[in-house]
């Protein structure tokens, strides 16, 4: 099995995880083990015995210049989800140069208990070995509380949210250039402090507009704001709009692919010449697209 290095915390019980919080699992430093240092400077990961449990402990490491999730999780032999999951990590292209990251000792994801969870439903929705967990978790036996944190050894993070998380859920939808960004602006119409809800991305009238993800279109049609639209539904809780078009190339029911031609660019509706209007929505709420694409 192995052992903790000196220095390193070794997760005691679920309410150690519940109080260390952001933290989760206390102070193990890479710095003050020279063993476990030299693992953290080589970019080497320790051998792993994966026939039984290891105790859980981290150390930390320090972001570089040209450092990214991905990288950092391949030199340490651990998938992105692991780095991304132990370090609360909502949006991976702003991790900062001098940042520290904890980099466990074993892949797995933190989970936080919700009321009615049990451990026997939390093992077989991640496909994972429930008297694992209850070994790395120090637990004597099934209860678990709601709000505490479990580590669940070899589990894996959601694809889409993943992709949420590194930027690089949606595509482009047309080729052109960002004429007016996500956030407040002064309106081109009213002269007035006003917030925008997407991209405006300026293109030739005609230019082919692609579907920015796969998904089922949900609604087309006309209104006096946003011309000729479609909206598409997406998993995760995804819709995206296209608005200002000249052609509809699609009808609602349809199910479309990534990079499915769905329209052509226009300029209808109100607009001040031709552009694509691109809005995401998340659970019926808009978000700034630029930190989803590729």
Known sequence: MTHPAEGSTVVETTEEIKEAGSDYLGTGSAERNPDRARFVQDGVSEPADFSRPMELFYTTYKVEKGDTIGEIAKRFGLNQDTLLSFNNIKNSRLIQIGQYIKIPNQDGILYTVKTGDSLTAISEKYSVDS??????????DETILAGSKLFLPGARMNQIDVQEINGDLFSWPVRGYVSSGYGYRISPFTGARQFHSGLDIAAPQGTPVRAAMYGRVVDTGYDTNSGNYIIIAHHGGYKTLYAHLDVIRV???????TGDRIGDVGSTGLSTGSHLHFSVFKNGVTVNPRFLMR
Not at 131 to 140: G, R
Not at 251 to 257: P, S
């Open 251 to 257: 009808k609602a029911g349809a199910a479309v692919n």
């Open 131 to 140: 008297e694992i967990v209850k070994q790395v978790n120090n637990l004597a």
